[in-house]
Nanobody, 119 residues
Framework: QVQLVESGGRLVQTGGSLRLSCTAT?????MAWFRQPPGNEREFVAS????????YYASFTQGRFTMSRDNAKNTVYLQMNSLQREDTGVYYC???????????????WGQGTQVTVSS
């Protein structure tokens, strides 16, 4: 059983930056970030493998978001810059066996952290 704990979400102004963190109690092959905007379905943001430096991003990140990992701390990060109101939502960390963009392929989920972007 893997437990995931996210942190870092808060209210931020348009154009601002945030860094989300997700610490895992165990190890799986891949980690990902998803988000759920208000009134919408959960959507893929980014994913990464523990064993290499390949990262995968949703097109809407447009170079604004960077996912990274710290193997020693079992922690992944999501650096978000140039935040827009459309980035508002609950951000979830997920763990699974491959860096897929499909939520159904991930076995473990965190509780979510709220990001609110306001002008």
């Amino acid at each position: 059983q893997v437990q995931l704990v996210e942190s870092g979400g808060r209210l931020v102004q348009t154009g601002g930056s945030l860094r989300l963190s997700c610490t895992a109690t165990g190890r799986t092959d891949a980690m990902a970030w998803f988000r759920q905007p208000p009134g919408n379905e959960r959507e893929f943001v980014a994913s990464i493998k523990w064993t290499d430096r390949n990262t995968y991003y949703a097109s809407f990140t447009q170079g604004r978001f960077t996912m990274s990992r710290d193997n020693a701390k079992n922690t992944v990060y999501l650096q978000m810059n140039s935040l827009q109101r459309e980035d508002t939502g609950v951000y979830y960390c997920a763990a699974g066996s491959s860096p897929s963009d499909m939520a159904s392929t991930y076995d473990y989920w965190g509780q979510g952290t709220q990001v609110t972007v306001s002008s």
